[in-house]
């Protein structure tokens, strides 16, 4: 079974109204044969959505948390629910999958510096558990639309005194949808951490997109033990290209994205490789730079594991 060849979720602005940037985005990955397309994030960043949650206000660039977080009355109203509608109807036969940050990560970045009136800090447990419950009908939404859906939670890289409140919040939201669409993404290194082990207990959740080219990732590699993903009948997303680059000479060749591709390909069995994506979202990455990034990764692709004749 060959994986699928996706992204994380972001591209650059691509510029123009919101219609227009939503539809080059798409056809910039249909361009570079990506097969599971995304809206490319091209209304702002991952966090800038959750404005429209009841409870979070846009405060000078970044959201608050002003009051009790509450579920929207008419959850398809939400931004990535519309573009999501947007995009079907111009692509009717296409696969969409849709990011929406976690509430590990969308809280720690968020409410650092105050959780309103209503909560006693980022850390509070019924913070976590509001936004969790808000977020539920939104993944709804999108799964009754027949979008796979993939939690971001880079946060959780960076290590946890329990992860297990969070997994269970990860689980409830993945409950929305049929679990062979759900995925979740983590980037950065986790050797240093026991996240991957806590990861493995998720039970709703069938991907687990992961990062290994990247000069901080390339740690990864070394926790690929077969066994694990066997056990736990999870599948792994393969981050086979760096995202962090400047210059054209820093983009990984396309041999480079094979090889890594075939390295991880000889401890993981090929029925537990899901998708090949960039380690991760592309919003940051110079805008003149996606393109040969996009296409080599693809080339990369195609070499390591062509397509049947």
């Not at 539920?136 to 009754?144: C, D, K, Q, S, Y």
Request: hydrophobic share 40%; aromatic share 4%; net charge negative.
């Amino acid at each position: 079974m060959r994986p699928v060849l996706t992204l994380i979720g972001s591209l650059p602005p691509l510029g123009g109204g919101v219609d227009e940037a939503l539809k080059a985005a798409v056809e910039m990955q249909r361009a570079h044969g990506i097969e599971l397309l995304t809206d490319g994030e091209q209304r702002g960043d991952m966090l800038s959505p959750y404005t429209e949650i009841p409870g979070i206000q846009e405060g000078r660039g970044v959201p608050r948390i002003t009051g009790r977080i509450r579920p929207m009355e008419d959850p398809a109203r939400f931004t990535k629910v519309r573009d999501l509608d947007r995009l079907r109807s111009l692509y009717p036969g296409a696969a969409f999958k849709v990011s929406l940050t976690g509430p590990a990560t969308f809280l720690l970045a968020c409410a650092a510096s105050g959780a309103g009136p209503s909560y006693r800090g980022p850390m509070d447990p019924s913070l976590h558990d509001d936004l969790t419950e808000a977020l539920g009908p939104i993944a709804r939404e999108l799964g009754h639309r027949g979008a796979s859906l993939q939690l971001d939670e880079p946060i959780l890289s960076q290590g946890m005194r329990d992860y297990g409140p969070e997994i269970h919040r990860l689980d409830l939201l993945a409950s929305e949808l049929p679990r062979d669409r759900m995925s979740l993404h983590v980037c950065g290194g986790l050797a240093r951490t026991k996240a991957l082990d806590a990861l493995f207990r998720l039970e709703r959740i069938s991907v687990l997109s992961l990062a290994f080219a990247g000069k901080a990732e390339r740690e990864n590699r070394a926790l690929l033990e077969p066994r694990s993903w066997e056990d736990h009948d999870i599948r792994l997303g393969a981050g086979c290209i760096d995202v962090q680059v400047s210059r054209p000479e820093e983009v990984m060749k396309p041999s480079e994205v094979a090889a890594l591709l075939r390295e991880i390909g000889r401890t993981v069995a090929p029925e537990h490789l899901a998708f090949v994506l960039p380690d991760c979202g592309l919003r940051a990455t110079a805008p003149d730079l996606v393109p040969s990034l996009l296409e080599n990764l693809y080339r990369g692709f195609e070499d390591a594991l062509p397509r049947e004749a």
